[in-house]
């Protein structure tokens, strides 16, 4: 029986690390994604007790009950809106994720994005690529937006919100504004963040960058009537899940001018786009979800998720659980 089910390509780190634990795997190193019924038929055969999946991978009630031996899900992600985490919990199944350790490259994008927008990065780069540079001229035919000393909205103060704050204030003078559940003291108190409603945010904020989880509630949180709630010179950042934001709505209101530019790196119905929004280019960066995508930060995820399936295994805590009650209640056994 395998003991851990490897759903995608990972680093030898991570499978260092079950082989010093003594604990048996089985490695999708192809890195080509597993459908459903692939990852379910394939849990099967192996009876693995433990699944260290990735974002694409749907585990679902369906999936929990084709692997009845499984005691731990190991999402490689911050976030963990591709598992049931009731119906795991429901199972006795441990869910757990990979925080902290992206924080500050998740946010390095999120600034990225807001700076390449502004200064219309996406159309200077093959201008120039092509030759099209001339002569300098007062009247570029990129001008762009000023970043320093503008407002920036922060909608979700956790983690990566604050380090994205953090890099506003500190690095551009930026007035913060935040809207969230609760209220963020420190970025209150370090940097003069200000917490406020929602559609005070968008009527105020020249950037507005979102890091919020996916659920019912933040599903299109961001969608016609927001974005019409916006500056006609604001620019809206997306480094959290796609489906926050109405992916149609936003290429309506890009076209229509209702707002000036957007920073994408999550999308609605991923790998796909909304039509439209690859032919845009004023103001409009794209990137394919590469939000923690560095070596370093991809591979401390990896271990991260590597040490919360071991750890379980090995009747050990894991260090990271979404559902903690259900250690709880089947206790430790070491």
């Given amino acids: 029986m395998t003991e851990v089910f490897i759903s995608r390509k990972t680093f030898d780190d991570a499978l260092n690390h079950f082989d010093e634990a003594g604990l048996s795997y089985f490695h999708n190193a192809a890195d080509d994604p597993l459908s459903p019924a692939q990852l379910a038929e394939q849990l099967r055969e192996t009876g693995a007790t433990a699944l260290m999946s990735v974002l694409t991978d749907r585990v679902d009630a369906a999936l929990l009950d084709a692997a009845p031996r499984l005691r731990i899900v190991a999402n490689v992600a911050v976030g963990y809106n591709n598992v049931d985490v009731p119906a795991a919990t429901e199972r006795g199944i441990v869910v757990t994720n990979t925080p902290d350790v992206l924080t500050e490259t998740t946010a390095d994008l999120a600034f990225a994005l807001i700076l390449a927008a502004a200064r219309r990065l996406s159309e200077a780069d093959p201008f120039m690529r092509a030759g099209k540079y001339k002569r300098w001229q007062l009247f570029q035919p990129h001008l762009g937006l ?189």
Avoid: C
């Fill in 146 to 334: 000023d970043v320093y000393g503008k407002t920036l909205g922060i909608v979700g103060m956790g983690r990566i919100g604050a380090a994205v704050a953090r890099r506003g204030a500190l690095g551009f003078g930026m007035r913060i504004l935040y809207y969230g559940r609760h209220a963020a003291e420190k970025a209150e108190q370090a940097w003069g963040a200000q917490r406020v409603e929602l559609h005070t945010l968008l009527r105020q904020s020249d950037f507005v960058s979102l890091h919020v989880p996916l659920s019912d509630e933040t599903r299109h949180l961001i969608a016609a009537r927001e974005l019409a709630m916006m500056k006609r010179t604001a620019i809206l950042v997306n480094t959290s899940r796609g489906p926050v934001v109405k992916e149609d709505d936003l290429v309506t209101a890009l076209r229509e001018g209702t707002i000036a530019g957007a920073g994408l790196d999550v999308y609605e119905d991923e790998p796909q786009m909304e039509p439209g929004l690859a032919d845009m280019y004023r103001h409009v960066v794209l990137t394919p979800h590469i939000g923690s995508a560095t070596t370093e930060t991809r591979l401390r995820m990896s271990m991260t998720a590597a040490q919360n399936a071991s750890a379980v295994l090995l009747g050990r805590r894991a260090p990271n659980p979404v559902n903690p009650e259900v250690m709880d209640e089947v206790g430790e056994e070491g």
